[in-house]
């Protein structure tokens, strides 16, 4: 009860979602909370490839109504007429990534740049802190607090299905659009495959944006996979979406791969 209370962690099965018999919750989250502070806390430092592929889109058509809730349910309900491509390019990096965070160079260069990744790629959507940072967040300490939202079945495979919860009080999740810059509460969900332990998806949703930000959605879906570096395994990002809807109709998108981690 003491280490239970001590991660943050309420647990409720969520009405009309059916589980595995043989999968206590709490006991899964407690693997899963371990296995990914293994990697927070013992990652080496190594190194990636990084492609970003960045796109911006503008509203189609002046828009009657922009509030945030008609901007977003638009963007939900996947309306094709909401927007058009107005931007797109491809940036491609080598990241090395540290106890003391993320490092840059343009790919194949021979040195890190000591400046942040937005002054390195100069204007355009950029995220940094998608190794570590989230997950120490949300799986280190106390922060989040939990619910069981059931068993999902994705691609064949069964998973379960968590909801978390980052309030104000405890996040350090910044968000900045150039001319302000706030920290903001998010939430969101994860799935676990029960048989390994291991973090599949993580989607993280940014909430409680005040308006001097302009943005109205901020969400990123992060992929896991299980990585082998200096002959020990671990968890790693292998996919990113990130995508932002603004106050003005219009829409980011950045879709980032990971490759030649080592």
């Known amino acids: 009860m003491r280490v239970l209370v001590l991660l943050g962690i309420f647990l409720a099965a969520a009405s009309g979602q059916s589980r595995a018999p043989d999968i206590d919750p709490k006991q899964l989250l407690l693997a899963v909370r371990g296995k990914v502070l293994t990697t927070v806390d013992r990652l080496p430092r190594y190194m990636c490839t ?10 189609k058509e002046s828009l009657a109504v922009n509030s945030c809730d008609d901007l977003v349910s638009r963007r939900r309900q996947k309306d094709s007429n909401r927007v058009r491509k107005y931007t797109a390019d491809r940036l491609r990096l080598d990241v090395a990534i540290s ?16 400046k942040s990744l937005a002054k390195l790629v100069h204007g355009g959507a950029t995220a ?17 607090s939990f619910t069981f939202n ?3 079945r994705d691609e064949g495979s069964v998973l379960m299905e ?20 706030a920290t903001v509460a998010f939430d969101g969900t994860f799935l676990v495959d029960p048989n390994t332990s291991d973090l599949v998806r993580l989607n993280v949703r940014a909430d409680e944006l005040p308006p001097e930000l302009r943005v109205c959605d901020d969400t990123t879906a992060l992929e896991y996979s299980v990585v082998r570096l200096h002959d020990s395994e671990f968890l790693l990002p292998s996919q990113i979406h990130w995508h932002i809807v603004n106050a003005d109709g219009s829409e980011l998108e950045n ?3 990971f490759s030649g981690c080592r």
């Open 50 to 59: 990084e492609t970003v592929e960045r796109t911006t889109f503008r509203p």
């Open 99 to 114: 106890g003391d965070g993320e490092m840059y160079s343009w790919a194949g260069e021979n040195r890190f740049q000591d």
């Open 128 to 144: 940094t802190g998608t190794f570590a940072a989230f997950l120490r967040s949300i799986f280190g300490g106390n922060a989040a």
């Open 150 to 152: 059931g068993e999902v």
């Open 162 to 181: 968590y909801g978390f919860r980052v309030p104000l009080a405890n996040s350090h999740y910044t968000i900045r659009n150039g001319e302000a810059d």
């Open 255 to 257: 879709d980032t791969t």
